[in-house]
């Protein structure tokens, strides 16, 4: 048995190793999560770039739901006012999503981009306040748009 488990991994090739998210990105201003929260209290706009199958699992509440690859790019529409403080994130800081979306918005013209590298997972491990479910935060924000 254990040779056969060795002959499978020697097959597979060379193992998938997670890349971690930049630490910075360059007009943006990286922050952990207790800068984070103060961000949520402050009124921040939250931009939680994940798919929408991790964003029905659960995301900062409050938050709007523009997955990096669908939707993110409606940020780029002029009718955002470009002082709107924007923190973005992902999952973790295994996600280079977060760090991507910072760097469009900061080529878009946005002057406030807070890249929240340490993600939901941080959030959620520090009991901050979530949500769940559907689209129903950002149908709320583009309405009052």
């Known amino acids: 048995m254990r040779v056969a488990l060795l002959l499978i991994l020697c097959c597979l090739g ?9 630490l910075q990105v360059k007009g943006a201003m990286t922050i952990n999560v207790m800068q984070a929260r103060y961000l949520y209290e402050y009124g921040a706009m939250f931009v939680d770039v994940r798919s ?4 029905s699992w659960g995301h900062v509440a409050g938050a709007v739901h523009l997955p990096i690859d669908d939707g993110f790019s409606d940020l780029a529409h002029q009718r955002w006012p470009r002082e709107l403080p924007l923190v973005l994130y992902c999952e973790s800081d295994v996600c280079p999503h977060a760090a991507q979306a910072s760097q469009l918005a900061v080529a878009w013209g946005y002057t406030q981009v807070f890249y929240f590298r340490a993600g939901y997972f941080s959030w959620q491990l ?3 306040p979530q949500g769940k479910g559907g689209k129903g935060d950002l149908l709320a924000f583009m309405g009052a748009l």
């Open 126 to 128: 520090h009991d901050l």
């Open 52 to 55: 929408a199958r991790q964003w």
């Open 14 to 22: 060379s193992p998938v190793v997670a890349s971690e998210a930049p």
